[in-house]
T-cell receptor, first 114, second 110 residues
Framework: DAGVTQSPTHLIKTRGQQVTLRCSPKSGHDTVSWYQQALGQGPQFIFQYYEEEERQRGNFPDRFSGHQYPNYSSELNVNALLLGDSALYLC?????????????FGSGTRLTVV | QKEVEQDPGPLSVPEGAIVSLNCTYSNSAFQYFMWYRQYSRKGPELLMYTYSSGNKEDGRFTAQVDKSSKYISLFIRDSQPSDSATYLCAMKAGFQKLVFGTGTRLLVSP
């Protein structure tokens, strides 16, 4: 049973560029949440997708956007990259938006903005 | 003030010691309490999950929730070098987002 798969594992981008990160949820899960984890910090909630719609959003600017496809996979897009966007981006999947047995996290995409 | 406070450590203990990790929180609406373990350059892995107050035990791990004090704990008995990782507490209120603590880095020396 595959867990949460994220790609790419690492990438380096230049300030001002745009980036797309991808996530395939655990088999049987239909909800995807994205988190940003800066070095030495806990994950911070970006947004959650369920039924191809953004259901909740954290305190992140509109430069951060997402999408969920009919197969439940998801993308996180970040425009006009800033140095401060350098972080580990985590995708977490779950079944439904309210049920919490804890989310299943992927290993993340480490983004470095130079 | 952060919703969830957690001492970042590092916490260094010898192998076999009992480890106590703690978080405090301010949002009385939190109902679901979790502990995640995160190894370097990996995603968080769920260790324990508790709904509302009380204790829960799973092998060497025990989670405690005291909602009256807004305080949660994770105890690790007979700690092993393989337990060396960052431990994140996380909490959720109903349909709301999962809120994490900063994480406590634990080092267990042989």
């Amino acid at each position: 049973d595959a867990g949460v798969t994220q790609s790419p594992t690492h990438l380096i981008k230049t300030r001002g560029q745009q980036v797309t990160l991808r996530c395939s949820p655990k088999s049987g899960h239909d909800t995807v949440s994205w988190y940003q984890q800066a070095l030495g910090q806990g994950p911070q909630f970006i947004f959650q997708y369920y039924e191809e719609e953004e259901r909740q959003r954290g305190n992140f600017p509109d430069r951060f956007s997402g999408h969920q496809y009919p197969n439940y996979s998801s993308e996180l897009n970040v425009n006009a990259l800033l140095l401060g966007d350098s972080a580990l981006y985590l995708c977490a999947s779950s079944l439904g938006t309210s049920f919490v047995y804890g989310y299943t996290f992927g290993s993340g995409t480490r983004l470095t903005v130079v | 003030q952060k919703e969830v406070e957690q001492d970042p450590g590092p916490l260094s203990v010898p192998e076999g010691a009992i480890v106590s990790l703690n978080c405090t929180y301010s949002n009385s609406a939190f109902q679901y309490f979790m502990w995640y373990r995160q190894y370097s350059r990996k995603g968080p892995e769920l260790l324990m999950y508790t709904y509302s107050s009380g204790n829960k035990e799973d092998g060497r791990f025990t989670a405690q929730v005291d909602k009256s004090s807004k305080y949660i704990s994770l105890f690790i008995r007979d700690s092993q070098p393989s337990d060396s990782a960052t431990y994140l507490c996380a909490m959720k209120a109903g349909f709301q987002k999962l809120v994490f603590g900063t994480g406590t880095r634990l080092l267990v020396s042989p």
